[in-house]
């Protein structure tokens, strides 16, 4: 789990802590239903999930959402006492976990029930419906041998929940969304109370609903990014590193495996103790540029597991080892949407591949 410090690589993430209250507060301006429950799976996104975890809590957030059981034990390790739903597509030979850091399972398949045969006491569980995402999810065909199950071995079902495949065109009501939405309520009403928690919204589906009817799970949203951009959202992380070597080349020499850079004078270029073992994708070797004082630096040669080589020839004469130097946030000029499209990919993939080796500094 991340670090706050490091005594042998000066590369790090920052984690702004007030943007994100920012975010919270102005997602949760996007909704007056009860339930809200921001998504920590993966480490928070990146982000350094027991931190978060503490900080949502301070402000009074009631229910956070994992993927796996260790996450969940992870945020309890932390000290977050309120409810955590934990996503994991299976509980085999995890009963008395759940019930000993008092969990609240998310059942997404019918055989997944199997696993609380054994089960002795009353657990809260909320029950996924596959409306068009086939991805997790119960079928209306399983649905009522479910729920019989459920009785049998002491689940209280207490939400229900679908996921949206494309909830960026919610306000279309001739949409993907508002079709899944029609099939949750139809399943809903012909096999659940009306009293139990509904929750459907992601990020993108909070975001441009318009008016919230539903229960939310916000992930990449609290983070600071979403599709398309808005304007509110603050990017909480920011990449950093310090320079380990500076050093010259000369005019036709190579940088870096298999010498897919040469200069073309003499140049001064930098080393940075990032890599593609760090989270910078070797797919972005010679397509990006980090930013010292405003200024570009063409990232230069392949990116090598721990190391990342940088042009300094436009601010050689101030620039030095130990100048930090970033990839992305505030300082970079790049979000990590901007990385992202570089590579054909998505924030997520960005922000979530920076690994553990990299400390996360927390800023209030």
Known sequence: MPKTESLSRPAFAEIHLDRLT???????????????CPMLKANAYGHGDQQIANLLQKENINTVGVSTIDEAIHLRHGGFNKDILVFSPSFQSCLSEVINFN?????SEASHIEAFKKNKSTINIHIKLNTGMNRMGLDEDTVEDTLSSCQKYGLQVIGTLTHLHSSSDISNVDGFSHKQIRKYEELHQKYFSDSIIKHVYNSDGLLNAGKATYGARPGIALYGYSD????????????????????RVSKNEVVSYGGTWRAEKDTTIGVLPL????????????????RYEGKQLPQIGNICMDYTMVDLESVKDKIKVGSVVSLFGKDAGYTAADVAKK??????????????????????
Do not use: C
């Not at 969990?103 to 059942?107: A, F, G, K, Q, Y």
């Not at 398309?228 to 070597?245: D, G, H, Q, R, T």
């Not at 890599?275 to 980090?290: C, K, P, Q, T, W």
């Open 103 to 107: 969990l609240t399972p998310v059942l």
């Open 22 to 36: 920012s975010n919270l507060r102005y997602l949760q301006g996007k909704t007056t239903h009860p339930f809200f």
């Open 228 to 247: 398309p951009y808005n304007e509110n959202l603050l990017p909480v992380m920011e990449l950093k590193a310090k320079l380990v070597s500076v050093r």
């Open 275 to 290: 890599g593609y073992a760090d989270g910078v994708s070797r797919n972005l070797s010679n397509n990006i540029h980090f």
């Open 343 to 364: 590579i054909h990919t998505i924030p997520y993939e960005v922000l979530t591949s920076v690994s553990e080796r990299i400390p996360r500094f927390f800023i209030d």
